[in-house]
């Protein structure tokens, strides 16, 4: 996305009243200016905004918001001429295990900058093997993982921006703005002008309530968040997750994987992020593609911006996970004459898959039909959840 576009964004979510998407969409825009001068206003307004939230009408938030926005838009971008597209290519890649007989097999595929990569399987499937094997923390036995931005694995270039976040965080000691600051200082940013950068992402991340707060006073959640702002603040190309989610509550994960889409869609600072997850449904919302992994072995979803040539675009059956309280028997009745091609229960759902023909708006029809009272409904022909039903 352009710097125009996310201009005009923010501006449209201040008119439709999307006032928390909209705040965080503006810091993004104050962080790509990189300018110390425009984050002292920025982080005025942000104190301003905290304390009137709540008492303060929205017009009068709209309006200051914009007159920030006019600044912004004065200044532009850092320039972005240096980025690079594609940062991650790995080819055949696979690790074998001998004592648990467990390989990971030709594994194949690339990241780009602002792209977003989700990792899913079952625990136990490769997913953290890979991850670790991207990280340099494991030699591969075979296949090529090439890095656009570094020669080699020892290289400082690749060990300072490909940043892997393992799902146990690893113990901040000090103060957490200290952490930050220091953080900063390896990046050569001091001064006055790391104590800006520090404060600028804690804002952009919700976290200014909490930091000034130390290390065990804080819930395994905000922990996280905290040390994806450290992350940040390293500049990454490419961010490796394991489990970002696992700690975070359920209004949290989809905040979190937003706020991760949008910054690594920066128009001046793009990186492209690889996490696993066992939050299927939230991951696919932020992914443009999908490596399910099953003993090792991967199979490869394309999600947002898929571009299919008609000719060649795939078949799928139509899949369906239902919740009902209602019977079996019941089930089988409502969609006998669209005649499925499985119905399986696991004592929890129902997975109804039907021919490629049948279409959703007549699953919903039998359903009114027959009176059938859906606790939970969804459409998985092209989501992965589908590989988890066999």
């Known amino acids: 996305m352009s710097f125009n576009e996310q201009i005009v964004e923010v501006r449209r979510h201040y008119n439709s009243g999307d006032f928390d998407l909209a705040h965080r969409r503006l810091l993004d825009c104050v962080i790509e200016t990189a300018d110390t001068t425009l984050f002292k206003q920025a982080l005025s307004y942000c104190e301003w905004y905290e304390q009137s939230i709540a008492s303060v009408a929205k017009d009068e938030i709209s309006t200051k918001a914009v007159e920030l926005l006019a600044l912004i838009e004065k200044i532009g971008p850092l320039d972005s001429s240096t980025n690079q597209k594609e940062l991650l290519t790995v080819k055949s890649l696979s690790k074998q295990y001998a004592k648990s007989n467990f390989e990971l097999n030709d594994i194949d595929?690339?990241?780009?900058?602002?792209?977003?990569?989700?990792?899913v399987g079952e625990n136990g499937n490769g997913k953290t093997t890979l991850l670790r094997l991207l990280a340099a923390e494991l030699y591969p036995d075979s296949g090529l993982i090439n890095y656009s931005f570094a020669n080699n694995v020892h290289d400082y270039e690749l060990r300072s921006k490909l940043v892997y976040v393992p799902q146990r965080i690893p113990r901040w000691w000090g103060s957490l703005m200290d952490n930050l600051n220091f953080t900063?200082?390896?990046?050569?940013?001091?001064?006055?002008?790391?104590?800006?950068?520090?404060?600028?992402?804690?804002a952009r991340l919700g976290l200014r309530p909490f930091r000034h707060l130390s290390w065990n006073r804080l819930s395994s959640g905000y922990r996280t968040r905290f040390e994806l702002a450290k992350t940040l603040l390293r500049a990454p190309k490419v961010l490796l997750l394991d489990e970002p989610l696992a700690n975070l509550d359920i209004n949290a994960q989809q905040t979190v994987l937003q706020d991760l889409k949008f910054l690594s869609r920066s128009a001046s600072r793009p990186f492209g992020i690889l996490l696993s997850s066992q939050h299927i449904y939230e991951v696919e919302k932020v992914?443009?593609?999908?490596?399910?992994?099953?003993?090792?072995?991967?199979?490869?979803?394309?999600?947002?911006?898929?571009?299919?040539?008609?000719?060649?675009?795939?078949?799928?059956?139509?899949?369906?996970?239902?919740?009902?309280?209602?019977?079996?028997e019941s089930v089988e009745k409502t969609f006998r004459d669209l005649s499925p091609n499985h119905l399986k229960y696991n004592g929890n759902v129902y997975i109804v898959s039907f021919s490629p023909?049948?279409?959703?708006?007549?699953?919903?029809?039998?359903?009114?039909?027959?009176?059938?009272?859906?606790?939970?409904?969804?459409?998985?022909?092209?989501?992965?959840?589908?590989?988890?039903?066999?």
């Open 109 to 119: 595929f690339t990241l780009s900058a602002g792209e977003v990569i989700g990792l």
């Open 184 to 202: 900063l200082t390896q990046q050569g940013i001091k001064g006055s002008d790391n104590l800006l950068w520090a404060e600028m992402i804690v």
């Open 287 to 328: 992914s443009d593609k999908i490596i399910y992994l099953e003993h090792g072995k991967p199979k490869y979803q394309q999600l947002n911006g898929q571009k299919i040539d008609e000719e060649s675009k795939p078949v799928y059956e139509l899949i369906i996970e239902l919740e009902t309280p209602a019977t079996r």
């Open 357 to 390: 023909e049948q279409t959703m708006g007549a699953v919903l029809q039998s359903i009114a039909q027959h009176q059938l009272e859906i606790i939970y409904l969804r459409n998985i022909s092209q989501s992965s959840r589908r590989f988890f039903t066999n």
